[in-house]
């Protein structure tokens, strides 16, 4: 199996979409380093080996995925309120998560794990 790694100089958008109830105490730790602490969170993140694979790690539990510079810049100007710096508090997205829930990764038609672009998702979100 192919290890993919992180593109260099990318900006990536990871947001918290299940709950932190019964979570192994290594996830936790992984997502509070993450700065992920309540569901719909959503954090900006320098594309970096270490959190890349901090973003593998927690994958049944986050969205995540590159984000363009529009978006980020819509985030900021939003009245989305901001909890710590490059970490927002989002709502729930219009219309639902994909059809197969939260419980499922993005390539069987889920929420969960990584995407091609977070654009839609967070316009969704705001």
Request: contains cysteine; hydrophobic residues 35%.
């Given at each position: 199996?192919?290890?993919?790694?992180?593109?260099?100089?990318?900006?990536?958008?990871?947001?918290?979409?299940?709950?932190?109830?019964?979570?192994?105490?290594?996830f936790k730790k992984t997502?509070?380093?993450?700065?992920?602490?309540?569901?719909?969170?959503?954090?900006?993140?320098?594309?970096?080996?270490?959190?890349?694979?901090?973003?593998?790690?927690?994958?049944?539990?986050?969205?995540?995925?590159?984000?363009?510079?529009?978006?980020?810049?819509?985030?900021?100007?939003?009245?989305?309120?901001?909890?710590?710096?490059?970490?927002?508090?989002?709502n729930p997205p219009r219309g639902g998560?994909?059809?197969?829930?939260?419980?499922?990764?993005?390539?069987?038609?889920?929420?969960?794990?990584?995407?091609?672009?977070?654009?839609?998702?967070?316009?969704?979100?705001?």
């Amino acid at each position: 199996m192919a290890e993919e790694s992180a593109p260099k100089g990318k900006k990536y958008a990871a947001i918290l979409i299940r709950g932190m109830i019964h979570v192994r105490h290594d996830f936790k730790k992984t997502l509070q380093h993450l700065n992920l602490f309540n569901q719909h969170n959503c954090v900006i993140v320098n594309s970096n080996p270490i959190t890349f694979g901090m973003l593998r790690k927690v994958k049944d539990f986050v969205a995540y995925g590159p984000v363009s510079d529009e978006v980020i810049a819509g985030l900021e100007k939003s009245k989305i309120k901001k909890i710590k710096e490059k970490t927002y508090r989002l709502n729930p997205p219009r219309g639902g998560f994909e059809r197969k829930g939260i419980k499922t990764s993005y390539a069987r038609g889920g929420a969960l794990g990584k995407r091609p672009s977070m654009d839609t998702l967070i316009r969704k979100m705001l």
